[in-house]
Each structure stands twice: as structure tokens, then as C-alpha cells.
DNA sequence: CCTGCCACTAGACCGGAAGC
DNA sequence: GCTTCCGGTCTAGTGGCAGG
């Protein structure tokens, strides 16, 4: 079934979802047969009956500031106590990231943490080794290098790569009305631009489910439509409308 | 009873490789 | 050329446990 369709491709995001919770709900029943006495049944209870209502809004309160004020632990922890990305210096804390030093294949915590989790895993560890701060920029730079080694050297896959670039380089130059470059920052280093929805992917114009190549390829095949715009990661993502600044980047709030 | 800490769910955003 | 699959990052909201 082709996922170009929304509904497949909203279907197939939860089925990968679900996989990924499933274990983790396996390995809590598991635990839960094998340790009773480590699940209060009162205390369940008690939360469930009186707790939930009247403490929720204080819950999220304390819960963001908490996790903000992890975040800026880990992060400046990692950075070596002072706060930037380890490969460009870049200082925005929206910006940055941590980053798997030898990749995700080799990580030292379980296998779902990312986001908070990882934050609150990394402190309670006190901050074990193979972790260091990136910006969004060189993260997405550093991912791309490291696949650069493993890349098939089949004739038509090289072929296909270079086709694809050209493909990227032709539409990012169009949206760019130049040569591709953040239309906030203007950085130009072709790794880290990314095509920005610019009103999100709610709207949806044909391209709204597409990534990648996939997309590129729709936006000249439909003549460029509106509606889209070149970004770097670090911009794309301060500019993200689920962190309650109105679609705008770090860069232009200041 | 309150609160801190951590875990889980259900997504959001992005990319490229490779199979068909 | 299109589709599928998998890689990376992040969040809000809330369940659950433990200890003061």
C-alpha cells in the first residue's frame, strides 16, 4: 500500500510506535508478574481515585521546570561547562542537542530513551562517557558523514546519489532564489539545509506527507508551490510551532 | 499528603538508501 | 521515479513509585 496516501502513512507511524511501546509494556508486565512487592496496590489506588485531577496543572508546571532545568544540567555538563555545540561553538540552547558519540547502535542505555528520558537516564548515571553536545547544523553533517562510509558502491546506486543531489541542489536553489541557503541565518553549507513546510504539514497541498527526495521531486514535478521554504536544522527546528513560539526561530525573536 | 523523579504514550520534525 | 524503511532529534501530558 503506497504510504503517499495520509491515512497509510499516519497507519504505518503508529504501527512503528506500537511495536516500539510493546516491548517496553511486555518488559513492565514481565516485572510486574516476577515483583509484586514492588507495586504498591494503595498507593495505585489512591493515585488513580484522588490524586489525578487536582494536583495535574501543578504536575505540569513543576514537570517543565524541572525538565528544563535537567536539560540545561546535561547539556552543560556535556559541553565541558560551557554551554555550546562541540563542533561549531554555537551557543542557543534550543539549538542543542546530545549526541551519540559512536552512534545509536552503541549506546549504553536502553534502547527507547531519547528527549527527557535521555536527560533524566544521563544525570541518575552521572553522566557516562560516549555523550557530547551538538547543534542541530552539525548533527544532521555528522549523520551524514558517518553513512558516507558504508554507502553501496554499486554502479546504479552511485548514480541514483548523484542524481538526487542534483534534484536537492536544483530545488533548494529555487526556493533559495539563489544558491541554497537558510532563508533566516543564511548559512550555506548544503548538509545542514533543510525544506521547511512553512505552515506546518496540517495543510495539506500533496507535499505535506512527503520527506526527502520524495518531496523534492513533487515540488519541481508541481512547479514549485508556495508554501515552502530552505532552512538549516538549527533553524527548522527553534522555528517548530509545538514549542509555543509561534512558528518563529531563536534567531529572530532575539 | 505532597513532591521529586522517572517512565510511558503518542506523536512532531527532518533526512537518505535501496528495492521495485 | 516512487515507495518503503530506517536513521536521527525533540516535545507534552500523565501514570506510577518512593520518601519526606
Redesign the pocket.
Known amino acids: 500500500?503506497?504510504?503517499?496516501?495520509p491515512e497509510?502513512?499516519?497507519l504505518?507511524?503508529?504501527k512503528?510506535?506500537?511495536v516500539?511501546?510493546?516491548k517496553?509494556?511486555e518488559?513492565?508486565r514481565f516485572d510486574?508478574l516476577k515483583n509484586p512487592e514492588?507495586?504498591?496496590?494503595r498507593?495505585?489506588k489512591?493515585?488513580?481515585g484522588?490524586?489525578?485531577d487536582?494536583?495535574?496543572?501543578?504536575?505540569?508546571e513543576?514537570?517543565?521546570n524541572?525538565?528544563?532545568a535537567?536539560?540545561i544540567e546535561v547539556l552543560t555538563h556535556y559541553s565541558k561547562q560551557t554551554l555550546g555545540c562541540a563542533f561549531c561553538g554555537e551557543q542557543e540552547l534550543e539549538f542543542?542537542?546530545?549526541?551519540?558519540i559512536d552512534?545509536?547502535?552503541n549506546i549504553k542505555h536502553?534502547k527507547?530513551?531519547?528527549?527527557?528520558?535521555?536527560?533524566?537516564?544521563l544525570?541518575?548515571k552521572n553522566f557516562p562517557e560516549g555523550y557530547q553536545v551538538l547543534c542541530?547544523n552539525c548533527?544532521?553533517s555528522k549523520?551524514?558523514m558517518n553513512?558516507?562510509t558504508?554507502?553501496?558502491l554499486?554502479p546504479?546506486?552511485i548514480l541514483?546519489?548523484k542524481?538526487?543531489?542534483k534534484?536537492?541542489i536544483e530545488v533548494f536553489s529555487y526556493y533559495s532564489k539563489d544558491v541554497p541557503k537558510c532563508s533566516c541565518c543564511g548559512i550555506y553549507q548544503?548538509?545542514f539545509?533543510?525544506?521547511?513546510?512553512i505552515h506546518?504539514?496540517?495543510i495539506d497541498d500533496g507535499g505535506s506527507k512527503?520527506?526527502?527526495?520524495?518531496?523534492?521531486?513533487?515540488l519541481k514535478?508541481s512547479g514549485y508551490p508556495s508554501g515552502y521554504q530552505v532552512l538549516c536544522?538549527n533553524c527548522?527546528?527553534s522555528k517548530?510551532a509545538?514549542?509555543?513560539f509561534l512558528g518563529i526561530c531563536a534567531h529572530k525573536r532575539q
Request: hydrophobic share 25%.
Open positions: 500500500m503506497p504510504l503517499k496516501d497509510s502513512r499516519k504505518y507511524d503508529r512503528r510506535w506500537i516500539r511501546g510493546k517496553q509494556n518488559l513492565k510486574r514492588k507495586y504498591n496496590e498507593d495505585r489512591r493515585w488513580i484522588e490524586r489525578r487536582k494536583s495535574n496543572k501543578k504536575r505540569q513543576n514537570g517543565m524541572e525538565r528544563r535537567i536539560r542543542l542537542s546530545i549526541d551519540h552512534g545509536k547502535k536502553p527507547n530513551l531519547d528527549g527527557w528520558h535521555l536527560y533524566f537516564w544525570k541518575r542541530r548533527n544532521l549523520a551524514y553513512k558516507v558504508t554507502l553501496s554499486e546504479k546506486n541514483a546519489r542524481r538526487l543531489k534534484l536537492k548544503l548538509n539545509l533543510t525544506m521547511d513546510h506546518g504539514r496540517k512527503l520527506r526527502g527526495n520524495a518531496l523534492y521531486t513533487f514535478k536544522g527548522n527546528y517548530d509545538k514549542k509555543k
